[in-house]
C-alpha cells in the first residue's frame, strides 16, 4: 500500500478543472485523499449483509435519481421501513449516504450495525475499491451509467459553478484522459460491467425514455412490491428539484448545494456544447477502452 507521501507524488499536474481540491491517483483511478483513506477504511470494516443495497455510480451519471428512486421504491413497499425518509422534505442524499463521504469518510471505524435494515448506500468508489464480499454477501447493488458525453457536460457545468478557469475543450481533453474525479470514466464503467452477473445496471438514458419500465426492474431487483407510477412521479426531475429548492442553500459536502444536484435532467445535452469531432473522440476512445467487453455507446 502507498504512504501518504507516496499517494502525493501521484498528483496530477495537469489537471487544472477540479478547483475544489486536487486529486492522486490511487489504483489508476483520481480521488481526493480523503476518499481514498475513506476507502481503505470501507475493506477494513465493512462486510455488506445480504440486505444491504448499495447504489454505485460514476459522478453525474444519475446518482442522486437513482438514490430517489430506491428510497421510493423501499418506502412504498414498506411504508413502516424507517430507512426511507420522506422525499417531500429531504434531498436524496440526506437519504442515502455515500459510503466514503457520511459512513466512512467522517469516521474511519463506524459501527454501521446501527444503521437499521435494509441499509442502503451510495458510493462514487470503482468496484475494486469496494471489498470483496460485495460480490459475495449477497447484498444488492445497482449501477446507473450514463452516456459520457452528457456526463461531461453535467460535470462541467457543476465545475462552473465552482468557479473552473479553464476551457471546455481543455476540461474536455482531461475528461478524456481520465483525469477527473473518480476517473476514468471508461475503467469504471467497465469494472462495473465485468461484474453484471451480481451488479444490475441502469442507464440514465433508459430511465429517460421509460421510467415505469425502469422503475419496474429495479423493484424486482429489490423483491418490491411497488404501484410504479407513484414512484415515478414522487422522483420526477421538476418534483426533485423543488423539493431541494424550498430545502434553501442547505450545504450538502464539498460546497455542493442541495439543488446543484438538478440542473437541465436531459438526454443529449452535449450537442449544445460539444463538437461532432469532440463525439467522435468519445466514440473512439470507448472503442478502445471497452473493445470485447459488450459495452459501446
Ligand atoms: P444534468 O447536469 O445533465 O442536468 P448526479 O446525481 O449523478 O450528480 O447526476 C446529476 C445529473 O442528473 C444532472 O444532469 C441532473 O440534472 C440529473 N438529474 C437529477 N435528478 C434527476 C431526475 N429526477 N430526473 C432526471 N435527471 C435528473
Known amino acids: 500500500m502507498d504512504t501518504p507521501q507516496q499517494k502525493e507524488d501521484k498528483i496530477s499536474p495537469q489537471a487544472k478543472w477540479w478547483v475544489d481540491g486536487q486529486r492522486i491517483r490511487y489504483k489508476g483511478f483520481w480521488f481526493k485523499l480523503e476518499f481514498i483513506t475513506a476507502s481503505e ?5 465493512y462486510t455488506p449483509l445480504p440486505s444491504d443495497i448499495i447504489l454505485a455510480s460514476f459522478p453525474k451519471t444519475g446518482t442522486t435519481w437513482l438514490k430517489a428512486l430506491t ?7 414498506s411504508p413502516l421501513s424507517s430507512s426511507s ?9 440526506e437519504i442515502v449516504p455515500f459510503l466514503e463521504i457520511e459512513i466512512f469518510g467522517e469516521n474511519p471505524s463506524k459501527d454501521i450495525t446501527e444503521i437499521s435494515c435494509p441499509s442502503v448506500f451510495s458510493t462514487h468508489l470503482p468496484l475494486s475499491f469496494l471489498p470483496e464480499t460485495v460480490k459475495t454477501s449477497g447484498c444488492r447493488v445497482i449501477y446507473i451509467t450514463r452516456h459520457p458525453a452528457d456526463t461531461f457536460v453535467s460535470l ?6 465552482f468557479g473552473t478557469e479553464i476551457s471546455i475543450r481543455q476540461a474536455f481533453d482531461e475528461f478524456c ?3 477527473v474525479p473518480a476517473g ?5 464503467v467497465l469494472e462495473f460491467w465485468e461484474a453484471r452477473d451480481r451488479v444490475m445496471f441502469v442507464t440514465y438514458e433508459d430511465l429517460k425514455a421509460n421510467p415505469e419500465e425502469t422503475v419496474r426492474r429495479i423493484a424486482e431487483f429489490l423483491g418490491c412490491k411497488i404501484i410504479v407510477e407513484k414512484i415515478v412521479k414522487e422522483c420526477s426531475f421538476e418534483k426533485l428539484k423543488n423539493t431541494s429548492k424550498e430545502r434553501g442553500e442547505g450545504v450538502h459536502w464539498s460546497g455542493t448545494k442541495y439543488d446543484m444536484f438538478f440542473r437541465k435532467g436531459v438526454v443529449g445535452d452535449w450537442k449544445n456544447h460539444l463538437t461532432q469531432e469532440m463525439m467522435k473522440e468519445l466514440e473512439d476512445l470507448a472503442d478502445l477502452k471497452w473493445r470485447g467487453s459488450g459495452l459501446d455507446l
Do not use: C, T
Open 41 to 45: 477504511a470501507i475493506r477494513a470494516h
Open 71 to 77: 428510497s421510493s421504491i423501499l418506502r412504498h413497499s
Open 85 to 93: 425518509k420522506d422525499l417531500d422534505y429531504l434531498n436524496p442524499h
Open 156 to 161: 462541467w457545468h457543476l465545475y462552473n459553478k
Open 177 to 179: 484522459k481520465g483525469l
Open 184 to 188: 476514468p470514466y471508461f475503467e469504471h
